[in-house]
């Protein structure tokens, strides 16, 4: 069974400008959740997905966008990019929402902002 | 809201010594789930526990979740050089599907 894929794998963006990454989850696999991964910060939860809806949003502002389609994969948006957004972005999934469900993580986007 | 708190931030054992992260909350967690990210790589899931005082092997690795599911510890017996990478600990907030990662364990092992 493939992994979970994430699309690019590297981006180099400039201050203002915005980006898409996108998430193919495990087939089969309904959620899709992303993070931020900083060295400073860690890990953080942006959103979660699953059936098209957002479930669950993370503290993060309203620049971080993101969608989900009727076959689960999901995209990320990120508008007026600040350096601060420079990160690794990951996508996760499980079968199912809500609690006790194991997350399988992508390779992630590293996401630079110049 | 909900934190998890994980220490130490980084250790560095030799091959052989053991090793020990620790999480902690000041709330009561629904779950634990523990992650290994290898360097350069994702987190990958290594085990859940949800009952309190619940206690699970795998190999040489022993998770435990305390009695007042508010702490949770990974302890590896003999490290190897295979066992360096960061380890998470990670807990659901609330009935959602929102995860609550600790800052993570940066664990480097001498050869």
């Known amino acids: 069974k493939a992994g979970v894929t994430q699309t690019p794998r590297y981006l180099i963006k400039t201050r203002g400008q915005q980006v898409t990454l996108s998430c193919s989850p495990i087939?089969?696999?309904?959620?899709v959740s992303w993070y931020q991964q900083t060295p400073g910060q860690g890990l953080q939860f942006l959103f979660e997905?699953?059936?098209?809806?957002?479930?669950n949003k993370g503290n993060f502002p309203g620049r971080f966008s993101g969608r989900q389609f009727s076959n689960s994969r999901s995209e990320m948006n990120v508008s007026t990019l600040e350096l601060g957004d420079s990160a690794l972005y990951l996508c996760?999934?499980?079968?199912?929402?809500?609690?006790?469900?194991?997350?399988?993580f992508g390779d992630g986007t590293r996401l630079s902002i110049l | 809201g909900q934190q998890v708190m994980q220490i130490p931030q980084y250790q560095h054992v030799q091959e052989g010594e053991d090793f020990t992260t620790y999480c902690n909350s000041s709330?009561?967690?629904?779950?634990i789930q523990w992650y290994k990210q290898r360097p350069g790589g994702h987190p990958v899931f290594l085990i859940q526990?949800?009952?309190?005082?619940e206690v699970k092997k795998q190999k040489r690795l022993t998770f435990q979740f305390g009695e007042a599911k508010k702490n949770s510890s990974l302890h590896i017996t003999a490290t190897q050089t295979t066992d360096v990478g960061t380890y998470f600990c990670?807990?659901?907030?609330?009935?959602?599907?929102?995860?609550?990662f600790g800052q993570g364990t940066t664990l480097q092992v001498k050869p």
């Open positions: 996760a999934s499980s079968q199912g929402t809500g609690q006790f469900q194991p997350q399988h």
């Open positions: 087939s089969g696999h309904r959620s």
């Open positions: 997905y699953f059936s098209e809806t957002q479930r």
């Open positions: 709330t009561t967690l629904s779950n």
């Open positions: 526990l949800v009952k309190s005082g």
């Open positions: 990670a807990s659901h907030s609330g009935n959602t599907g929102k995860l609550i």
